[in-house]
T-cell receptor, first 117, second 113 residues
Framework: GAGVSQSPRYKVAKRGQDVALRCDPI?????LFWYQQALGQGPEFLTY????????KSGLPSDRFFAERPEGSVSTLKIQRTQQEDSAVYLC???????????????FGEGSRLTVL | DAKTTQPPSMDCAEGRAANLPCNHS???????VYWYRQIHSQGPQYIIH???NNETNEMASLIITEDRKSSTLILPHATLRDTAVYYC??????????????FGKGTSLLVTP
């Protein structure tokens, strides 16, 4: 597609359920990011992939959060045993390049809104 | 990465220029200034970025002071569709995090008829 695609757009989960959120980046984009955005806040970095390699996962809030990008394209963010504080919009972004200063334009999807009851 | 300070909200009349300020007094020589905006219920959208020279594109202009401690994003003729939260971000490339951008709370711009 022309842009970053995320699914599902909306997900309601009961506390304790596992969820999986999918991101289809722009074809050919090397870098892929996941962000978490709580209501009324700016997006917060979760993790970063360069192709299939997860180079930075310092923003993942707990070991219940897991992300993968096995073939260097589609990525999945998995949250195990969801808690109410996990309720947020999860944004995926991709960019064409992996290096070089000043060329860091990120293209964002519309996000997946997770509500944990 | 350097911290930025932005006013929480601003108003602008439709058709007038919107000037959004950002302070980044601790910016270092190799940090770039990026601006993104987020329209309600959408993902953030890239607007413009610069290092030390002023920049202009089809969306906006970025004016960076000579000491690089502050910058201003200018939307020359604001429209109602420019109503959004605008984020000013400074960062240097980190080899492990690529272009991970740290968004703050931004400035909520309301363009009024």
């Amino acid at each position: 597609g022309a842009g970053v695609s995320q699914s599902p757009r909306y997900k309601v989960a009961k506390r304790g359920q596992d969820v999986a959120l999918r991101c289809d980046p722009i074809s050919g984009h090397v870098s892929l990011f996941w962000y978490q955005q709580a209501l009324g806040q700016g997006p917060e970095f979760l993790t970063y992939f360069q192709n299939e390699a997860q180079l930075d996962k310092s923003g993942l809030p707990s070991d219940r959060f897991f992300a993968e990008r096995p073939e260097g394209s589609v990525s999945t963010l998995k949250i195990q045993r969801t808690q109410q504080e996990d309720s947020a919009v999860y944004l995926c972004a991709s960019s064409l390049l992996a290096g070089g200063p000043g060329s860091g334009e990120l293209f964002f999807g519309e996000g997946s809104r997770l509500t944990v009851l | 990465d350097a911290k930025t300070t932005q006013p929480p909200s601003m108003d602008c009349a439709e058709g007038r220029a919107a000037n959004l300020p950002c302070n980044h007094s601790t910016i270092s020589g190799n940090e770039y200034v990026y601006w993104y905006r987020q329209i309600h219920s959408q993902g953030p959208q890239y607007i413009i970025h610069g290092l030390k020279n002023n920049e202009t594109n089809e969306m906006a202009s970025l004016i960076i002071t000579e000491d690089r401690k502050s910058s201003t994003l200018i939307l020359p003729h604001a429209t109602l569709r420019d109503t959004a939260v605008y984020y000013c971000i400074v960062r240097v490339l980190n080899s492990n995090s690529g272009y991970a951008l740290n968004f703050g709370k931004g400035t909520s711009l309301l363009v009024t008829p």
